[in-house]
């Protein structure tokens, strides 16, 4: 268990670094908004409370929203990655429905045998296809939690 003075250390250098990683990133200060000449002296201490408190929530606030955009952002690029792999696994796949349309008119089969052969192209292409866009959503999904990390 940790001493009360190394608690309070602790506390201090943790409100020390989330107030000035704040101040990096332009988050407003709370001692802008309190003017000292009209600060009672017994206001004080729950003035010096009120600034440390805000001082350690603005820059957590900051950081929370920092990483909900990050996120929003990623959670996009996904929904598009998996959108175009829907569109392109039409677009692919349609040569192999119209094939394997037109083979019915030849023989019973002769249909079976190419629709066989474009489910099978069909199914490849669309696991290739998935396995691609799984790739890139996952580099992006890490790039995002690298970015979130360095933040």
């Known amino acids: 268990m940790k001493s009360p003075l190394v608690?309070?250390?602790?506390l201090?250098?943790?409100t020390f670094a989330l107030t000035l990683a704040a101040q990096i990133m332009g988050a407003p200060m709370p001692e802008d908004s309190i003017d000292?000449?009209?600060t009672p002296v017994e206001g004080t201490i729950t003035n010096g409370a009120s600034k440390i408190i805000a001082g350690v929530l603005t820059p957590v606030i900051v950081l929370k929203n920092g990483a909900s955009a990050i996120g929003d952002g990623i959670k996009g690029q996904v929904d598009r990655i998996k959108s175009g792999v829907k569109?392109?696994?039409e677009t692919i796949t349609q040569?192999?429905?119209?094939a394997s349309e037109e083979a019915k008119a030849v023989s019973q089969q002769t249909v079976q045998n190419a629709a066989q052969a474009a489910?099978?192209?069909k199914a490849d292409a669309q696991k290739k296809i998935e396995d691609a866009a799984t790739a890139t959503g996952t580099k992006l999904i890490e790039a995002g939690q690298k970015v979130a990390s360095q933040e």
């Open 7 to 10: 608690t309070a250390r602790l």
């Open 12 to 14: 201090l250098a943790t």
């Open 36 to 38: 000292p000449a009209n």
């Open 87 to 89: 569109s392109a696994t």
């Open 95 to 98: 040569p192999f429905d119209k």
């Open 119 to 121: 489910n099978e192209i």
